[in-house]
């Protein structure tokens, strides 16, 4: 009996030893590899999604959370945001190339891990465009499932765990969960040497986008953009064009439910994107009759960011669709004082006094 204790003290010692390496050679990769202040990893966002998402858990402070594709990212940054609105702990969970179905999956996420006296009292602010409706974007269920901190029950995503105790499980783990894939490429590298064969080829490095401060360090040719955006995949995404208004308006009627308001904000974009665009086009002449079905809900409020000049001068953007710091900046100074515009024309109450749908936003 002693013999057997003793070997399960020693299994118990050396698996706590482990542990520590790992976690010390956790906080080690994520200073090595953490990228520029700027960068955007697109493939990355989705796996890490499972990992930041829980952090909100941690306080029962009312949440200001931004979602939107790689552009609500950039312009919208939680260090601007936190000092204009200081009564909600402010988080940005945009996902870069995310289209309206993956906005509505981090909605069904939050919906589980918040606990209603949160939701009620938090602000979700959702930056749509043109690829808002028209992409084709990953699948952020797929990529909560890919994590195993979720699985699928045929009729969505459940953690694995009691949805109240998903971020002290991802505390835990995360070590585990970070190092994962680092460890096995170099599993799978000190394997192909020893096998006397060349590695499987890697995928292409994901796309990045570096913002570097305030200067543009890729000048856009546009006849290029444009060209590029008018071949036949990315005419295809006109395909998906309708499912895309409905869950706009899916949505609006799942923050209805769940609580929280929702402010939808059209995002700017260059004015020479705006002008040769096609798909922008297509987008301001169709979203009308969607966004009054939307605002039909009370808890939904719309922002047009697009009637700023200010906010869509080129100078300002580093490529046909980034913000630049110098356009973060200006975003979220406006968000604020459109929405303070709100407030005080409604007495408290943008949506009840109809200033959103009066205020000449569409």
Request: with cysteine.
């Amino acid at each position: 009996m002693k013999s057997i204790l003793r070997q399960a003290g020693l299994l118990v010692v050396f698996a706590a030893l482990w542990y520590l390496i790992l976690y010390a050679g956790y906080y080690i990769y994520e200073e090595w590899t953490r990228p520029p202040v700027d960068t955007i990893c697109f493939v990355e966002a989705y796996r890490t999604l499972s990992l930041d998402a829980c952090r909100l858990q941690r306080n029962e402070r009312p949440k200001l959370i931004v979602l939107g594709s790689s552009n609500a990212l950039f312009g919208f940054r939680p260090d601007e945001l936190q000092p204009l609105f200081p009564q909600y702990e402010a988080a940005n969970l945009s996902l870069p190339g995310s289209n309206m179905t993956d906005t509505r999956q981090v909605i069904e996420l939050l919906e589980q891990l918040l606990p209603a006296h949160v939701k009620d009292k938090s602000l979700f602010v959702i930056g749509i465009f043109y690829g808002s409706v028209y992409g084709n974007g990953h699948n952020v269920n797929e990529a909560l499932v890919e994590s195993r901190l979720y699985r699928w029950n045929g009729d969505g995503i459940r953690p694995i765990v009691p949805a109240q105790r998903v971020d002290l499980l991802v505390r835990v783990l995360r070590p585990v969960l970070v190092l994962n894939r680092p460890l096995k490429n170099s599993l799978s590298f000190f394997h192909s040497l020893s096998s006397n064969r060349p590695a499987a080829a890697e995928a292409a490095p994901p796309a990045v986008i570096r913002q570097p401060s305030g200067e543009k360090i890729v000048q856009i040719d546009r006849n290029q953009w444009k060209q590029r955006t008018d071949n036949t995949d990315s005419r295809c995404r006109f395909e998906n064009e309708e499912r895309g208004f409905e869950e706009l308006v899916r949505v609006c009627d799942l923050i209805q439910s769940c609580g929280g308001k929702l402010l939808l904000v059209d995002l700017p974009l260059p004015e020479w994107h705006q002008n040769v665009s096609e798909y922008h086009e297509k987008y301001q002449a169709q979203k009308q009759q969607h966004l009054a079905e939307a605002l039909r809900y009370p808890s939904v409020y719309y922002v047009n960011l697009l009637e700023n000049e200010k906010l869509c001068d080129e100078r300002n953007y580093l490529d046909a669709t980034h913000p630049g710091p110098v356009a973060a900046t200006l975003w979220s100074k406006t968000l604020r004082q459109r929405w303070e515009d709100f407030s005080v024309a409604a007495s408290g109450d943008p949506h009840d006094s109809g200033a959103v749908q009066k205020s000449g936003l569409f």
